[in-house]
């Protein structure tokens, strides 16, 4: 790995959060740990993109990267491996690469990808069903085996989180970096008065729903909760391990929140966070499982009691998502993938 040089092309966005580049700047430490030299070719929302890089000491130049642009520098750069986060550029790029014979290593959430890339990473916690529909690539790395964490998560120790069953939790709510579906300020609104909680509220880059935030802050002040707003916070990991519980989406929060032993109340906001979160409630990892846009005020109310209510659902949940992640996903990825 000493030296060689790996493309990371992935976008993030207010309607496609920032999971994607999340889990590259997972695999670009790693790639910098052991003596290679990342680069950096991230698009979509320039302003918010460009601020949590920078907030995580990466200069990044963001912009609309075409497949050409990508494939022409990958080989100017005689680039060991690209990695591509997101179908979308997957489709256009691939072919692209494959032509200037550059190997292709496809971070994906899906499933049923027919691409002939080197290798492909899943690191959902059903992905190892998915084997079967990725019949032309060469490499198959699925499941929480290669979950990738940033090292402002991995720096905590598994089990970091220790919650506590005492009268006022401590409750994370967090939608991702962008929260597209308007679910921070939902939850927070009917967050039930019957017990009082200290609610640690993420906004993240992308986040635009600040009148309905403000709204319903205000209407939780006065069911008697507390709230403590953070804004693109640089160390989430702070937040998580001093948490006794979290509402969430359902994508790659969950294996962070896994990994450091918080439980939670878990909400497919996206298509291709359905099949997981299903899968994590079977399995009891966490509780919750509908979509977001199958739920009304009164089911989520409902559910949101039930889940704080229940302290020993909730230790069972952490104990059993814990056994799931460790910390050396990213490092089993570049290892198998791109060294």
């Known amino acids: 790995m000493r030296g060689a040089r790996i493309l990371f092309r992935a976008d993030a966005s207010h309607d496609i959060g920032f999971g994607h580049v999340a889990r590259a700047t997972a695999l670009i430490e790693e ?23 920078r907030d ?31 179908r979308m550029i997957a489709d256009s790029l691939v072919p692209k690469l494959l032509e200037r014979r ?8 899906n499933g049923r990808c027919t ?57 994370l709510v967090t939608f991702g970096g962008s929260d597209p579906v308007g679910a921070t300020a939902r939850v927070v609104r009917l967050m039930p008065d019957d017990r009082k909680v200290e609610l640690v509220v993420i906004a993240g880059p992308g986040y635009r729903d600040d009148d309905a935030l403000r709204e319903a802050m205000a209407q939780a002040r006065d ?13 989430p990991g702070e937040l998580f391990v001093s948490a006794d519980a979290a509402v969430c989406s359902a994508g790659g929060t969950l294996g962070e929140l896994a990994y450091l032993g918080c439980p939670a109340l878990a909400y497919a906001i996206a298509t291709d966070q359905v099949a997981p979160c299903r899968q994590q409630v079977r399995e009891g990892l966490i509780a919750g499982g509908r979509t977001w846009n199958e739920l009304d005020d009164d089911m989520l109310a409902s559910d949101l009691q039930a889940f704080l209510c229940d302290d020993a659902g909730r230790n069972q ?20 993938a791109l060294t």
Request: glycine share 8%; net charge positive; charged share 25%.
């Open 31 to 53: 790639v910098q740990a052991q003596g290679g030299e990342p680069i950096m070719m991230f698009g979509g929302d320039a302003a918010s993109v460009g601020s949590w890089t």
């Open 56 to 86: 995580r000491g990466m200069a990044v130049d963001v912009q609309d990267w075409s497949a050409v642009q990508v494939a022409h520098f990958a080989e100017e750069q005689r680039v060991r491996a690209v990695v591509i986060d997101g």
């Open 115 to 171: 691409l002939p890339v080197g290798a492909v990473v899943n690191h959902n916690f059903h992905a190892p069903t998915l084997a079967g529909t990725y019949p032309a690539a060469r490499q198959r790395l699925l499941g929480r085996r290669y979950l990738m964490l940033r090292k402002e998560i991995r720096r905590f120790m598994r089990g970091s989180c220790r919650p506590m069953p005492t009268a006022k939790l401590r409750i």
């Open 317 to 336: 949940q952490r104990q059993r998502a814990l056994a799931t992640a460790d910390s050396d996903g990213a490092r089993r990825v570049v290892e198998e």
């Open 223 to 235: 069911k008697g909760h507390t709230i403590d707003l953070r804004r693109s916070p640089a160390d």
């Open 102 to 109: 550059i190997k292709t290593v496809l971070v994906d959430d």
